[in-house]
Nanobody
Framework: QVQLVESGGGLAQPGGSLRVSCAAS????????IGWFRQAPGKEREAVSC????????FYADSVKGRFTISGDNAKKMVYLQMNSLKPEDTAVYYC??????????????????WGQGTQVTVSS
């Protein structure tokens, strides 16, 4: 049974940092790419980043490039998203998701097979 559990969300001030984590079970990061998505109220769910333990590839949305860093630990089945220089527009529920893929080549939420429950990230002064 595949399970993804996010943790680490919370409140940060603009310019601050947060790290969200995704604990995966029932999958191996060698065969599954892990994506981070976010959804703000009234908006579509959008891809933020992706990590593949298979070929080490990563993906970042233009809106987070240079501010967010994704990393993973295949042995621990953990994927982390370090978010720096946070902006109010980063406020959203952040979800991790898994897709059977050796590489980060999927960018749309409907392509991912498994989802976590989400963690709230709020950026506000």
């Amino acid at each position: 049974q595949v399970q993804l559990v996010e943790s680490g969300g919370g409140l940060a001030q603009p310019g601050g940092s947060l790290r969200v984590s995704c604990a995966a079970s029932g999958v191996t990061l060698d065969n599954y790419a892990i994506g981070w998505f976010r959804q703000a109220p009234g908006k579509e769910r959008e891809a933020v980043s992706c990590f593949s333990g298979g070929d080490g590839s990563t993906f970042y949305a233009d809106s987070v490039k240079g501010r967010f860093t994704i990393s993973g630990d295949n042995a621990k089945k953990m994927v982390y998203l370090q978010m720096n220089s946070l902006k109010p527009e980063d406020t959203a529920v952040y979800y991790c998701a898994a897709v059977l893929s050796y590489s980060c080549v999927y960018y749309y939420h409907h392509e991912y097979q498994y989802w976590g429950q989400g963690t709230q990230v709020t950026v506000s002064s």
